[in-house]
């Protein structure tokens, strides 16, 4: 039988590509140390693979603190800097109403309601306020 | 007068894996009470932020957790005590920005406003307690006659 302390402390999020976009699905309870690995893996996979967007998906994620907000802010703020576009897809509405009461609004977040609008919103330049062409892209 | 149920559970803050435990705990404390899901969802995230404070700046501690009653309103005191070295200005501390760590500067004020009550009380070299406590429901008013749970 194994208990719930026998599990590896940190498990690490996969990481999927789909096309130009890499996939994250972010489920549970997430321990710091596994939101932190994350954030390396996301940018150096933007770093090998070219991805040109990057879908987090926290649907499954009851809670976001001012850690783990920090942590989608600085994902997305280095995968600016690596010409990588980020949305964060399917908050729930008890997570939104939370981080505004508790005054962390992450005003450079880009959001969308589920997965699907998030890739639409990067598959669609004109839609997603980018008005500089990205190089290599029709 | 509130009626304190007696303490309820006594958890260790003493690493990460300790928060994802105070955030299960309080989560199910809440709903067993009778929180809404936003309710559980502020409580469980000033927990959370409460905890990472009682980790990262008072060196470890315990979160104690205590039903309390007041009236026919049920709540939940969390008190989160640390023997760090203390806060030598709560107001400076309590301001949203400021941030002695790597945070975005949010825990205890943000932690504040997503409870019904908050008391903090920290001696310098002494440690630190943070007491929080949230209602489900809407708060009770001062004054209300006691009964018992």
Redesign the interface.
């Known amino acids: 039988m194994t208990d719930e302390f026998s599990r590896p ?1 940190v498990a690490p999020v996969p990481v999927l590509r789909l096309g130009d976009v890499l996939l994250v699905t972010l489920q549970g ?1 997430l ?3 596994t939101a932190e690995q994350l954030q390396q893996d996301i940018t150096e996979r933007i770093g090998s693979s070219g991805a040109t967007g990057v879908v987090i998906d926290i649907s499954g994620i ?6 783990l ?2 942590v989608l802010a600085e994902i997305a703020a280095k995968a600016g800097l690596l010409a990588a576009r980020t949305v964060v897809a399917g908050m ?4 939104a ?2 981080l505004v ?4 609004t992450l005003p450079g977040l880009r959001t969308a309601l589920n997965t699907e609008a998030a890739l639409h919103l990067l598959g669609d330049p004109a839609r997603s306020g980018s008005a500089v062409p990205r190089p290599g892209r029709r | 007068m509130e009626a304190a149920a007696g303490v309820d559970a006594r958890l260790p803050i003493r690493s ?2 300790d ?2 435990w105070v ?2 705990h309080v ?1 199910q404390a809440a709903a067993r009470l009778g929180f809404g ?2 309710e ?3 409580l ?2 000033a927990a ?2 409460l905890a ?1 404070n009682t980790l990262v700046y008072g060196g470890g501690g315990q979160l104690t957790t205590t039903r309390v009653a007041h009236g026919r309103a049920q709540g939940l005191r969390l008190a989160f005590s640390d023997r760090g070295p203390g806060i030598a200005d709560l107001e400076q501390a309590l301001r ?1 920005g400021y941030t002695s760590g790597d ?2 500067g ?2 205890l ?3 504040r ?2 409870v019904h009550q908050f008391a903090i009380d920290s001696t310098p070299g002494v440690g630190t307690t943070v007491t929080v406590t949230s209602w489900a429901g809407r708060p009770p008013r001062p004054g209300h006659p006691r009964e018992e749970w």
């Open positions: 402390p309870d321990h710091d140390s009851e809670i976001v603190d001012s850690f907000g920090r729930r509405p008890a997570v109403i939370t009461e508790m005054g962390l | 990460d894996l928060l994802v955030r299960q989560r899901l936003v559980q969802t502020k469980v995230t959370s932020e990472r949203d945070g975005l949010m825990g004020g943000g932690a406003r997503l």
